[in-house]
Nanobody
Framework: QVQLVESGGGLVQAGGSLRLSCAGS????????MGWFRQAPGKEREFVAA????????YYGDSVKGRFTISRDNAKNTVVLQMNSLKPEDTAVYYC????????????????????WGQGTQVTVSS
């Protein structure tokens, strides 16, 4: 069992930065692919980024490539999403999620591949 808690959301102006953290509990945290998703009101949950078990490989959604960076520290059971050059369209609730597999694959882009989810943290970008 893995429990996930996100933090770091808030209100920021367009062009600004935010750093989201996801703290995980459970001894198997370091064995899992970790992902970030987001959901805006009235929209489906969208893939943002994912990272493999040891942090050596990453995937990004097209809308955030070059602006967001995902990283992890398995010693601290933490995954971080650094978000730069934020845009109003980045406004959403951001969720951290864990897949019980260690390697990235085509399924890593889909919310259905992830079995553990955090409660979400709100990110609002003003224009």
């Amino acid at each position: 069992q893995v429990q996930l808690v996100e933090s770091g959301g808030g209100l920021v102006q367009a062009g600004g930065s935010l750093r989201l953290s996801c703290a995980g509990s459970g001894r198997t945290f370091s064995s899992y692919v970790m992902g970030w998703f987001r959901q805006a009101p009235g929209k489906e949950r969208e893939f943002v980024a994912a990272i493999n078990w040891r942090g050596s490989s990453t995937y990004y959604g097209d809308s955030v490539k070059g602006r967001f960076t995902i990283s992890r520290d398995n010693a601290k059971n933490t995954v971080v999403l650094q978000m730069n050059s934020l845009k109003p369209e980045d406004t959403a609730v951001y969720y951290c999620a864990a897949d019980n597999r260690p390697l990235l694959g085509s399924g890593s882009y889909s919310p259905s591949s992830y079995i553990y989810w955090g409660q979400g943290t709100q990110v609002t970008v003003s224009s």
